[in-house]
């Protein structure tokens, strides 16, 4: 797992803000706990688990979640945000990958009337992060900051350094993989 520049592990999502997310998501969609599961490819355990604030969601669950919602991946994590935010360096609603040493903060989900979030991502060398496709028009926008990182649709990836900008569908299967320690970007997910 990453953590954090002073070694401690990132501060996780509150499970309340996901478990509220989750039913209020679902409701809107009129799903039931089995088929909502059923169309994630989750446990029926584990979503009811989850809805109830409980669990440890990685990144993975809750991408599946979002996609067979229909929704991004931010209307699942996104905290009330007051009328001035600042998150500094290692802080914000972070969730970590269980396959790959990968981070994903939310810096900020899609206000009303524009459909974008904005990630910071901390990656280390290993196992690629391997996304599957998320909602239908979804359009990913990737920035380095630091490191060098190897990322776009399968068999079509870049490796980019720090001042890199790459643009690419994110409603097909991707990847994001770390070549150098400390490999840290932004991305912006644009929902069409």
């Known amino acids: 797992m990453a953590h954090g520049t002073d070694g401690t592990p990132p501060p996780r999502l509150p499970l309340d803000w996901i478990a509220a997310a ?3 998501e679902r409701t809107r969609a009129g799903l039931s ?3 909502l599961a ?4 989750i446990a029926k355990s584990t979503l009811s688990q ?15 979640l979002g996609v067979a919602l229909g929704v991004p991946f931010s209307a699942l994590v996104e905290p009330p945000a007051p009328a ?4 500094r360096a290692g802080e914000g609603p972070s969730v970590a990958s269980e396959r790959a040493d990968y981070v994903a903060t939310l810096l900020s989900a899609s206000p009303p009337g524009a459909r974008r979030d904005i990630y910071r991502l901390r990656a280390e060398p290993g196992a690629a992060r391997e996304s599957e496709p998320h909602i239908p028009g979804t359009v990913e926008h990737l920035v380095v900051g630091a490191g060098r990182v ?9 490796e980019l350094e720090p001042g890199d900008y790459l643009s690419y569908r994110g409603d097909v299967a991707h990847s994001y993989e770390a070549l150098e320690p400390g490999t840290a970007f932004v991305l912006i997910m644009q929902h069409l």
């Open 50 to 64: 989850l809805e109830a604030g409980g669990g440890n969601p990685s990144v993975e669950t809750l991408w599946a």
């Open 150 to 158: 190897k990322a776009g649709p399968r068999g079509e990836e870049v």
């Open 33 to 35: 706990l089995s088929e």
């Open 22 to 24: 989750l039913r209020r």
């Open 38 to 41: 059923k169309r994630a490819g």
């Open 84 to 87: 001035v935010q600042v998150i």
